[in-house]
């Protein structure tokens, strides 16, 4: 079980549908691993059917309800099958909450077509998935016991481990922990040396290399 | 028709006792019974309404009150009453349209590929044993907001329903920025102490 989970604000603002897209994907990714932010998000989830119930209603047409069946089933009538909800596909973790990622990944994490960016780290981007300015959205992967050149962010990162683990300056992280970190952190992140890394990674704007690194800035791969 | 049927029913929401949701949305999903859908409507569709107003949609609003409603009649099937009560599972789902809905309107959603049914995720299959406790939870978590200092309930109202920034909150009830993020962290860390201690 995961030890570095997202704060009860997070959670909270992730239940109420209020965090952006990107925040809200490394958030699930992590409810994927861990069964106490599941939990917890599943009474902030009660909490806003709570809240639903105590609000004071605003007044409805009367004829909305007419309006409402007559186009339901005029659309029954004409397109039944089409308009369902998305099937969810069979694949289902036995936690009952699925890899948001699942469905738009080419093949699984080991055989996806990593882009190499330097000897030890390779990424697959998938900014196109959520297609955000200012956003950037990748998996990483780190070879076991390489190091991350030193960064800092001139934004948010949100990290969630999939598989492996690394360590860095403020601690060691493990399979399904989320990790945050703002522009003041200045952190060169080290994979474990048993098995090699993937993170999810979502950055609010593009990493800086500090150090000797920063000649690499100018390149950093950035749509 | 079957409209009486559906009027007194909706007449028993007076009372303190809802009615039995979940066995007239199981009606909906079994035998497509439109006086229970619209025993379901007719408590339901003006606090989504009332949802969506707070939530600043103003020509909007009644369309966000039919993609939910519309969702409501065809998904019938998959609510578990295991899982959630009728006031969660409609709140989650009306969520999630808000949230396709600004999509729509903001034309992101030919740019974001990813679905919000993978981000936010409704379950739909029971499997976990814990689930078993979530309708005696959800009556807790009621109790555990009423049991929130008012101050601190309106901060929350504001930021999880009216989808407000805490700075919007501070100016809305003329209080510092950091008064609001007390009273909110303050509630949060209550419903956490209250939730867990309600779990072991």
Known sequence: ?223 | MTTKKALSMNDSTAATDAPEWGALLARVAEHDDKAAFRAIYQHFAPRIKAYAINQGFSQHAEVLVQEVMTNVWRNADKYTESLASVSTWIFTITRNQRIDLLRKLNRSRAEIVIETEDLWQIPTEDTTIFSIQNLSTEKFVQAAVDKLPEEQMIALRKVYYEGKTHEEVAEELNIPLGTVKGRLRLSLQKLRVMFEAKEI
């Open chain 1, 1 to 223: 079980m995961s030890a570095h989970h997202p704060d009860d604000m997070s959670l909270m603002n992730y239940a109420a549908g209020s965090c952006s897209i990107p925040e809200s994907l490394v958030i699930a990714m992590h409810l994927c691993f861990c069964h106490d932010c599941r939990q917890h998000v599943k009474n902030l989830n009660h909490l806003g059917g709570a809240l639903l119930e105590t609000i004071k209603p605003a007044s409805i047409d009367d004829d909305a309800f007419e309006t409402l069946v007559a186009s339901l089933e005029s659309h029954d009538h004409n397109a039944n099958a089409e308009v369902k909800m998305n099937p969810i596909p069979a694949e289902r973790a036995p936690c009952n909450f699925i890899n948001p990622l699942l469905r738009y990944l080419p093949t699984s994490l080991a055989d996806l077509p990593w882009q190499r960016q330097t000897k030890e780290i390779s990424k697959f981007d998938l900014t196109s998935l959520i297609n955000i300015k200012g956003f950037q959205v990748a998996l990483q992967k780190i070879k076991a016991g390489a190091k991350v050149p030193k960064h800092t962010h001139r934004g948010l990162e949100y990290t969630v481990i999939l598989s492996g683990g690394f360590s860095d300056e403020l601690g060691v992280y493990h399979e399904g922990d989320f990790i945050a970190r703002d522009a003041t952190h200045r952190h060169s992140p080290t994979a474990l040396q048993n098995e090699d890394c993937i993170c999810l990674t979502v950055l609010s704007a593009p990493l800086k290399f500090t150090g000797w690194h920063r000649v690499f800035n100018p390149f950093i791969s950035w749509r």
